[in-house]
């Protein structure tokens, strides 16, 4: 790469060569950290670059919650890590030291002690009596003890934690015949509530004939106390997290006053409003004004919004996300959202299910500048909310692509030998090199903007009926209407793919992943359990046998290796739609023993032969098979009189560095919420 200057003095022309991004920051386990560029970002008006400031200051205040959320311990845990790294005297070189360095990166990964996606509790390479002889060794000071705590006792406590697998083993259970909530071990209940009681307490709150809903449970955690009574301590300003949440608000009130616009301005006044109140009513007021605000360059999500983390869908993790449009991209987005109508029409599910009247659908891609809590450093590269079915129903939604993140997984991407390793042949290689990252892109945009929003439930039929299963069917969902239509006519005639068989190449990666190299994400002899993954794998599997008669999909060896073949794609788009028809119904009907086969038959056993073999193929490639990312540090630039001049992007800092900052910078939580 080149580019061409000025020399000052003498008018000169001359050539430099410019220094390439570095994408790659880290790697270690089994992740691989990169980071993001902000294209753009210099362009904006500075008004602008202070909102997205203090947006993002907002984005990182509630770090703290997440990992709190995730596992009662994982604060004592990460900030004890913390106090024996930042001290440790002694040989840094050590391989305990060293296993104890990869394990804190990993705590810093996940937000604690489980598995980000495989929700396994990750145990630690080096020795308990090493992490003892360093524990002795830090001033006790700057060791989170419990008051009144010793050292020992101290050490009894925790270690089992860290150590011993049968203690806190899965973050979240979300399938299987026991208590979903007592084999959990994330903190949305505590004092031994069952799933029974839980199901119990929120059954008497809700209405089957209300038709706008207030998200039950979604900001709160559920306790049982001594004498077996059970209530909600809900996260706001002066409940449970206020420490965290007091930070979040005041920088939310710094950003109001550089609003875009009077929309704008009443989000954001919305939000601090439910945070101090903790009312559920006032979010969804808050997520109507969210939805309706489609003409502000700059947006953000703050506050507990996803229900992947809890067993049975219902309350929400601490995300958070800022950004702003990328206008040029938008254009794909925006002709898919003024076609919605068409799309639900057209689409292969039952009339009943469909919606008559599309409402409020908008879509645009976008730059991110600020990533935090479930949104970091692993992040989606799609979002569509709100998550409420009536104010889709009734207002609209709003989808985003996250065009920076997508692009930069592709570049990271490229060259690492992956395709030669796993696509069948040079066929599908050159369809993936030519049409693979706009196809990619196209199925997250159809995937966000009509898939999650497009079908209804029917009168009567509860929001919560598919339990544990909700998240993987509604993905599952979007995902096949995703797939259905991105080989439709009616793209290259809208203009926003290049030609009818461009949709092949996105076809063959998905069930490619689906069947085989999503597997070496799976732990040997694990199943799978996170959401996506589930989906995915229910997709690709359930094609594969409907269409085994026809061949339409057929596993081939090649010099001892197993690949996937697609001997019929119009076929397999046949199927998609089939099955995307009976997810539809699934969830308009509320049938939770057909939702529960459907994931349990598919979507979660894995072929021992097959996983042994992916995962050594792809280990031979020395690659991650997890990626997660760094944020830019933004600056504020002031004059001598204080006044903020500029926003400036700083892309230098490392992955451990930005960690210890954060902690340092943005812990108000204590310890302990217990």
């Known amino acids: 790469m080149t580019v061409i200057t000025m020399m000052a003095c003498s008018g000169q022309v001359k050539e430099e060569t410019e220094v390439p991004f570095v994408y790659t920051v880290d ?83 996940s937000n604690g002690i489980h598995h980000h996606y495989g929700e396994e509790k990750f145990i630690p390479g080096f020795r308990p009596d090493f992490f003892a002889q360093a524990l002795r060794a830090t001033d006790i000071l700057k060791l989170p003890l419990r008051e009144g705590q010793s050292l020992e006792q101290f050490m009894e406590e925790l270690f089992p934690v860290i150590f011993d697998p049968g203690v806190l083993s899965k973050r979240t259970v979300q399938t299987g015949e026991g208590d979903l909530i007592l084999a959990s071990a994330n903190n949305y209940y505590a004092g031994g509530i069952t799933q029974k009681e839980v199901e119990a307490f929120y059954a008497k709150q809700k209405d089957p004939n209300d038709r706008t809903p207030i998200s039950y449970g979604l900001n709160s955690r ?64 808050y997520a ?16 507990f919004t996803e229900t992947y983390g809890d067993p049975l869908g219902m309350k929400a993790s601490w995300e958070a996300t800022v950004n702003f449009i990328d206008k040029d991209a938008t254009r794909r987005t925006r002709i898919i959202s003024d076609n919605a109508q068409w799309f639900e029409d057209h689409s292969p599910v039952d009339e009943r299910f469909r919606k008559k009247e599309v409402k409020g659908v908008s879509a645009k891609v976008i730059t991110v500048a600020m990533l935090g809590g479930d949104c970091y450093p692993a992040t989606p590269i799609g979002i569509n909310l709100p998550n409420a079915d009536w104010i889709r129903r009734d207002h609209g939604s709003k989808s985003v692509t996250i065009g920076n993140i997508t692009e930069a997984y592709d570049k990271a991407s490229q060259g690492n030998g992956f395709n030669e390793e796993f696509v069948w042949s040079e066929t599908e290689r050159e369809s993936i090199r030519q049409y693979g990252f706009i ?17 209804i439930i029917l009168p009567g039929t509860d929001p919560d009926a598919l339990k544990s299963y909700s998240s993987t069917l509604e993905e599952t969902r979007a995902d096949l209407f995703g797939l259905y239509y991105l080989a439709d006519p009616k793209l290259p005639e809208l203009g926003i793919i290049p030609d009818s068989e461009a949709y092949k190449a996105e076809y063959y990666k998905y069930i490619m992943n689906g069947l085989l190299t ?58 998609f739609g089939i099955l995307l028809a009976e997810v539809q119904r699934i969830k308009s009907e509320g049938d939770y023993e057909a939702g529960k086969l459907l994931v349990e038959q598919y979507g979660v056993k894995t072929d021992a032969a097959i996983h ?43 992955y451990t560095a930005q960690m210890l900052r954060y902690s340092k910078n943005y812990s108000f939580l204590p310890t302990y919420n217990d």
Request: glycine share 6%; net charge negative.
């Open 27 to 109: 790697q270690f386990a089994d992740l691989q950290i990169l980071r993001y560029q902000v294209p753009g970002f210099e362009s904006l008006s500075l008004k602008q670059k202070q909102l997205l400031y203090h947006l993002s200051e907002a984005a990182l205040m509630g770090r703290d919650i997440l990992s709190d959320q995730n596992c009662r311990y994982n604060l004592a845990v990460r900030r004890t890590l913390e106090a024996v790294y930042s001290n440790y005297t002694g040989d840094r070189k050590d391989e305990q030291f060293k296993a104890l360095e990869v394990y804190l990166k990993r705590v810093w990964f």
């Open 518 to 575: 999503q597997l070496v994400r799976i732990e040997p002899g694990k199943d799978v359990e996170e959401a996506h993954m589930r989906n995915r794998q229910l997709i690709a599997r359930w094609v594969y046998e409907k269409g085994q008669a026809d061949k339409v999909i057929e596993l081939k060896k090649k010099e001892g290796k197993t690949f996937v073949v697609v001997n019929d794609y119009p076929r397999l788009r046949e199927l």
């Open 222 to 285: 559920l306790v049982k106390d001594k004498d077996g009574s059970i209530r909600e301590i809900v996260w706001k300003a002066g409940g449970l997290y206020t420490e965290a949440i007091e930070p979040v608000v005041a920088e939310l009130q710094k950003a109001a006053l550089f609003a875009e616009n009077e929309a704008q301005k009443a989000v954001i006044e919305k939000l601090i409003e439910y945070y101090r109140t903790g009312d559920l009513k006032t979010f969804d007021d």
């Open 288 to 303: 109507i004004l969210w939805v309706k605000d489609t003409t502000s360059e700059v947006d953000f999500i703050n506050g």
């Open 612 to 654: 042994a073999e992916i995962r050594e193929r792809y280990a031979a490639l020395k690659l991650s098979p997890y990626r997660g990312f760094v944020n830019p540090l933004m600056k504020e630039v002031k004059n001598e009189q204080g006044e903020t001049t500029d926003i400036v992007l700083d892309y230098t800092e490392g």
């Open 439 to 455: 196809t990619d892109n196209l199925h997250t945009d159809l995937h966000e903007c009509l898939g999650h929003g497009s079908g």
